[in-house]
Structures are given as structure tokens and as C-alpha cells.
């Protein structure tokens, strides 16, 4: 099936859903639309970027309002954009459609052949359709990849480069589940951003270099889990918060810090392995980005226990379960089954 995501501003939304009911009509095309294919319960922005980097395709509608105000369908094309990059230059994935006479407010699309769908919205289709061709068997990098069959890709990085045994973490994840992909990749990252707080050292995420968000490798992943042994401090207007767990970072909300600190010893005393203990605090990272479970402040034994005493989080090392209420919330059957067989293994890597 050749996957075609479609982009659209809230005002297009008709003709967003006009083009899609045209498209799924097509054999061999299988188009995408947020109002029909986000899942219950997921939260929009990493699906989002999920489907165009799996997408062979990507429409951009394109009008008077969207091309003049500012909104998410800006950073869609932003990361169509940056997808484009990776693809060979007589390949096509990026197909501006302008629904009416508007200029194009980014430079890069005004390199790119767009098609009209006025005054004559029927040659305009068959153009597109041309294209779209269901025997075009390329992937949304243009490289032939074969798709693994996860629903979401999760890279783990370890920002102070101690953590010796991350790759087999990342395998053992992978072969209990298949709802998520971990990688592991390796990044160049030199960074001054640990400050002391209080007396206490925290990692200043603030601080850290935009560097780390332009690696490359991080574009074929929907959340990056940044580990570090430093407990973390963020800023707030003119108000540092520090000795938190974990946080996502300003500049790029698909980059989760989490903090390993006193971890050894939360999980000596839960008696489980410090490797379970790194799962466990993943799950939760992973239930807060892709769903909209939240923290709750009563501490239940929960992976979703807001733990604002640290140490509370040893009862929930302890049980290595979701409480019923948070269970409930999970609508996804493949989700909730990913999440129940990681916090269910021992974790011996």
C-alpha cells in the first residue's frame, strides 16, 4: 500500500476530508487523516510525526489561512521538509496543493512543482493521482526500508556515557514486545550543563547545546529517552525547578529526560535489578507522550505515581504494575499489552 499523508489547516478541513474519502477510494493507496486514523486515547503530535515519516507521500493543502498563520501545520512541514532532505532528487514525497491562489510562505516548497485545484479541481486530482501510483514501492525515506511492524520507535541515550550494558536493555525490550522499537544510538554531544543547586549537582537541560536535537538519527524516532545519573533542573519563566525525575525538554517535547539518580539503591531495596529499574521509568515516559494518562499524586504502587518524595518510588518497584483506574485509561489493547509484558520481566540483561 503506498501510504500519503495529508497536512491541512483547520479552515481546509472539507477539503481535507474530501481528498481523503477520493484517495482511500483508490486501490494499492492508503491515505492518511488525522480525523479517521488517530487512535483513541493517543495523544495527536507523536502520531502525527509518526505517520508522515512512514508515509511515502506528503500532501500539503495549501490556502489563504494556512499559509499565513502560524499552527501545527507549520511544524508538519517543517518535518516533511526534513524528511525530504533524505530522499534522492528525482524522487517526489512532498506534493504542494494550493486550493486557492495564496502564495507559499516557505521558501523550500517554492522549489517544488505544485498543482492547482481551482478553477478545475478534477485535472488537478488527476495529476495527483498520477503520481501517487500504487505500484511506487518507496518509503518515506526513499531508501526501500522495510517496515519492522512497531507501532512507535524509541531511541535511549545515555548523556554521561556510563551506562555500559544500554544496548542489551534496548535488545531485551525489543524481544518482549512489539509495540515499540528501541534503539540505542551513540551521539557526539559536549555539553557544560551540569550545575549545582542547592549544593546538589542537577543537569541543566536548559543548558544543553541545540546541538542535540539536530542529530540526524533522531528523525526516525518518535521519542528519545535522554538518561543521566544527575538529578534534572528546568526553567520556568525566570523559576528553576530542580531535583526532578524527569521532564520533557522546551526546544523538542520528543526528547524525555530521566534521572537515574539513587536508582541502585530504590531497587536494591524493591529487590529487583537496576535494569528493571530503567524500564520502569521508561514505561511511564512512554504512557505520559503517547497517551493522555498524567502522574497521579497518590502513591498506589503505580508505574504512574507522581513520587514528589523520591524514595515513595520503591513501592512501585516493588509491584511493577499500572493500578486499575490507570489500566482502564489504556484503550489500545496492543499498548496496554506492550507495557504489561515490560514491567512483567525480570529484566536480566
Not at 492508503?30 to 508522515?52: H, Q, T, V
Not at 488527476?126 to 519492522?148: E, F, Q, R
Not at 522499537?181 to 549537582?201: D, K, M
Request: aromatic share 12%; proline share 4%.
Amino acid at each position: 500500500m503506498t501510504k500519503v499523508f495529508i497536512s491541512y489547516g483547520r479552515e481546509d478541513l472539507e477539503a481535507a476530508r474530501k481528498l481523503y474519502e477520493e484517495l482511500k477510494s483508490v486501490p494499492g493507496v492508503d491515505p492518511w487523516f488525522d480525523k479517521e486514523c488517530l487512535l483513541p486515547g493517543m495523544r495527536w503530535r507523536p502520531a502525527i510525526r509518526k505517520a508522515i515519516r512512514e508515509s511515502q507521500f506528503f500532501i500539503a493543502l495549501l490556502s489563504k489561512s494556512s499559509t499565513t498563520k502560524k499552527g501545527f501545520v507549520q511544524k508538519e512541514m517543517n518535518d516533511a521538509l526534513a524528511i525530504l532532505e533524505e530522499f534522492p532528487e528525482d524522487k517526489i514525497f512532498l506534493i504542494p496543493i494550493r486550493l486557492e491562489e495564496c502564495n507559499v510562505s516557505f521558501e523550500s516548497l517554492r522549489e517544488i512543482q505544485y498543482v492547482d485545484f481551482f478553477p478545475n479541481r478534477g485535472e488537478g486530482l488527476k495529476k495527483v493521482l498520477k503520481v501517487i501510483s500504487p505500484d511506487l514501492k518507496i518509503n518515506a525515506k526513499g531508501k526501500g526500508v522495510i517496515s519492522t511492524g512497531y507501532e512507535y520507535r524509541c531511541g535511549i541515550v545515555d548523556l554521561d556515557m556510563g551506562l555500559t550494558n544500554l544496548l542489551q536493555i534496548g535488545q531485551r525490550l525489543n524481544s518482549i514486545q512489539k509495540f515499540f522499537h528501541f534503539t540505542c544510538p551513540s551521539i557526539s554531544l559536549t555539553h557544560h550543563a551540569v550545575r549545582s543547586i542547592e549544593g546538589f549537582p542537577n543537569l541543566a537541560v536548559y543548558l544543553l547545546p541545540q546541538s542535540l536535537y539536530e542529530q540526524r538519527q533522531y528523525l526516525n524516532v518518535d521519542l528519545v529517552a535522554c538518561l543521566t545519573k544527575y538529578p534534572l533542573a528546568f526553567k520556568s519563566g525566570s523559576y528553576i525547578q530542580f531535583n526532578y525525575f524527569s521532564g520533557p525538554s522546551d526546544v523538542d517535547d520528543r526528547f524525555m529526560f530521566i534521572s537515574t539518580h539513587s536508582l541502585y539503591d530504590f531497587t536494591k531495596q524493591a529487590n529487583c535489578t537496576f535494569e528493571k529499574g530503567i524500564a520502569y521509568i521508561i514505561v511511564s515516559q512512554l504512557l505520559v507522550y503517547f497517551t493522555d494518562l498524567g502522574y497521579h499524586d497518590e502513591t498506589k504502587g503505580c508505574v504512574m505515581d507522581f513520587c514528589e518524595i523520591r524514595s515513595d518510588m520503591v513501592k512501585g518497584l516493588k509491584e511493577m504494575k499500572l493500578c486499575p483506574e490507570c489500566l482502564a485509561r489504556i484503550e489500545d489493547a496492543n499498548l496496554k499489552e506492550a507495557v504489561q509484558a515490560i514491567l512483567a520481566d525480570e529484566m536480566k540483561v
